[in-house]
């Protein structure tokens, strides 16, 4: 067996990793976050998340307002290093 590779790969595992959490991350940011404030504004305004209104009452201009900075937070959430 390979002593030298062994110390190696247990050094190397016993060292913390930064890490990106990235995708999930940003997918539960997203999900449980940002999408689920979307549907309680649009059920507080009296419409339907995800279904199209000819012409969008300002209560639902604030909803997508609120739901844009919530995804750019969210981006940076996929930026940051997890350690």
Known sequence: MNFKFLAVLLTAAAVP???VAGP???AICQ???CNGLAVACY???GFTFGVAVPLAPPALLACNA???GCMAACAVVALTPTP
Do not use: K
């Open 17 to 19: 990793q930064a890490v």
């Open 24 to 26: 999930l991350a940003y």
């Open 31 to 33: 999900t449980a976050g």
């Open 43 to 45: 059920a507080g305004a």
């Open 66 to 68: 609120g739901l844009g």
